[in-house]
């Protein structure tokens, strides 16, 4: 028995991979050069839709960010042991395209002299944070998730998402998110957490883990000792988690135990400072004390170890980008994630080891697990997809049927103090719909106001549709009262209303109209503290498709809310009383 526990069982996979596999493996490792083996640790992103044909305009960026044309080049220049896909960077068109991008990176890395396949990566977390989009089936995202609170569903979305990924040749997705979000502050992760109850979360967690890799995809909790309690954002700065270890014991680290306790293949370090954990105050990302004395020697965890982007501010403030891929394989990391300027990084690697302070045996360890983690994923067997499978599994009809049912089990009901809701298509035909139109997640319709819309009108109702945006100017306000005239109900989005905003006016105003008003918090539920003048409100934790379909049908009564609360909403006046406690939800 550890400070922190004790130590979990060794995995389950551990005398397989020190048998025939592992000797087989080491024969690999043994034949490859020292650039090689560094490359080998590198996941980095690539511009372009085609491995060896991109567009000219994605030449250009990968020549001025990697000194590259393609991505051909990029694996015989750095022998590189992964690509991250980004929508960004042109990687995900549609699935077919997708798929020859796969196929194109395989065989450059198969051409090398030493072939090894390449573990493609994305991020796709569903809800607001996804890469691949239509027509691949998209789930709700993991808050709407845990207000469903079935691990079945978890586990369905992690088994279609990832056949669906492996069908497009992407064999490790950075999700499930295994942060406890029990700060309602918390810019980064908020609705990419399952909720604020450490046991909830790690149920969860551990259900998408086991069908991600049911489907041979290797699922990476992210992002580890746990990134729920921070009000900075890591992209652009250094949070600071203030939890005693204890604390750490109770809420955070539940969720990570559990992921490996189902043999999960990855997991993702955090760029936070955590004192208790490491008074040293270098980021997580970086610590032995947390990667290698807490990861791996108390909670036993035998995988793979992969930074998150070391392109963020949080990882690079302290030390040059040159450093911080030597620092965090020190501290027990096997995959260097997107550095910045991968020249920098790659030579910042071969100079520590050419110096003695990395041994090129540490190297050999990170890449034993990475290449047990390819093996153990198909990737020796089966590197390429096929067209075919493209057409059989993304996207199919039974797999948007099953989104679309998980979805209705997910909405939230938060008032409906008379009754108002369902609307009635005799008595509420008529609907206004107004409010913020945020940026759609990757891949789906958008935008919200026009999708909610579309499935009422499917629904039997008239809208009219009038955005307003999340930052409404008073003209704009006036406008959409203005467009009450004549119609039975207002449906209004808010997207982060926060106190006294502009969304907050937009809702009183609406509300003192006399024509009944329902409000969806179309990303986070904590919206309802800051309103009034609703008639009933309903959260749907993300603004994808599949969760506004879902809303306008339970608005129309053709499915119940169903949804409960995975996070409490605090009271604007008293943060540190509840509005709505945790496992809070109407119905009818």
């Not at 060896?52 to 991505?71: F, K, M, S, W, Y």
């Not at 694996?75 to 991250?84: L, M, N, P, T």
């Not at 977390?125 to 998209?138: Q, S």
């Amino acid at each position: 028995m550890t400070a922190l526990g004790p130590r979990l069982p060794a995995r389950a996979t551990e005398v397989a991979e020190a048998s025939g596999t592992d000797r087989r493996l080491r024969a690999i490792i043994a034949r490859m050069s020292v650039e090689e083996k560094i490359g080998q640790l590198f996941v980095t992103r690539v511009y372009g839709h085609s491995a060896t044909a991109p567009d000219q305009a994605d030449i250009d960026a990968n020549l001025r960010e990697l000194g590259v044309r393609d991505a051909a080049e990029l694996i015989a220049r750095y022998h590189v042991g992964g690509i991250i896909y980004f929508t960004w960077a042109h990687n995900t068109r549609d699935p077919h395209q997708i798929a020859g991008l796969s196929n194109g990176i395989q065989a450059a890395g198969l051409a090398q002299r030493v072939p090894l396949p390449l573990l493609i990566a994305t991020d796709q977390e569903h809800g607001a944070v996804c890469r691949v989009g239509k027509p691949a089936t998209l789930f709700p995202g993991a808050m709407a998730m845990g207000a469903g609170g079935s691990a079945g569903d978890a586990r369905t979305l992690g088994r279609i998402s990832g056949a669906e990924l492996a069908a497009i040749g992407i064999r490790q997705d950075y999700s499930p998110d295994a942060d406890v979000n029990i700060n309602p502050a918390n810019p980064v992760i908020g609705v990419r957490s399952f909720g604020a109850d450490p046991a909830a979360v790690a149920r969860m967690v551990a259900a998408e883990v086991r069908g991600y890799q049911e489907s041979s995809v290797a699922a990476t909790a992210k992002h580890f000792p746990g990134h729920g309690d921070t009000s900075v954002d890591s992209h652009t700065g250094i949070p600071v988690i203030t939890h005693t270890r204890e604390e750490w014991e109770r809420l955070d680290a539940p969720p990570f135990r559990a992921a490996i306790a189902a043999g999960i293949d990855a997991i993702m370090t955090a760029h936070i400072q955590f004192p208790a954990l490491d008074p040293s105050n270098d980021p997580a990302t970086l610590s032995r004390p947390i990667l290698t004395g807490i990861l791996r020697e108390q909670l036993g965890f035998e995988g793979v170890v992969i930074t998150d982007s070391l392109g963020m501010k949080g990882v690079r403030d302290k030390y040059g980008d040159d450093r911080v891929p030597v620092l965090a394989l020190k501290a027990g990391v096997d995959q260097l994630l997107d550095p910045p300027k991968l020249d920098v990084a790659f030579g910042g690697v071969r100079a520590a080891v050419a110096s003695g302070e990395l041994p090129e045996s540490r190297l050999d360890e990170s890449i034993l697990r990475i290449l047990r983690l390819k093996d153990r994923r198909g990737l020796f067997a089966r590197p390429y997809v096929s067209a075919g499978g493209v057409d059989r599994i993304v996207g199919t009809r039974t797999h948007l049927a099953a989104a679309d049912e998980i979805a209705e089990r997910t909405t939230t009901l938060l008032a409906n103090p008379r009754g108002l809701l369902p609307l009635s298509r005799h008595h509420h035909r008529r609907l206004l719909v107004v409010g913020a139109d945020p940026d759609s997640p990757s891949g789906t319709t958008g935008p919200p106001t026009t999708v909610l819309a579309r499935a009422l009108n499917q629904l039997g109702f008239r809208t009219t549709v009038l955005p307003t945006g999340t930052l409404p100017s008073q003209a704009l306000i006036d406008r959409a009262v203005a467009a009450t005239a004549g119609q039975d109900a207002v449906i209004v989005g808010t997207y982060n209303a926060g106190a006294g905003g502009a969304q907050s006016r937009l809702v009183a105003a609406l509300g003192r109209t006399g024509v009944p008003v329902v409000h969806l918090a179309l990303r986070n539920p904590y919206d309802i503290a800051y309103l009034s003048g609703y008639a009933a409100s309903l959260a749907t934790y993300s603004w994808t498709d599949v969760e506004l379909r879902a809303a306008a049908r339970v608005l129309a009564g053709r499915a119940r809310p169903r949804g409960r609360l995975p996070v409490a909403v605090p009271r604007a006046d008293d943060p540190t009383q509840d509005l709505c406690p945790i496992g809070y939800g109407l119905s009818y």
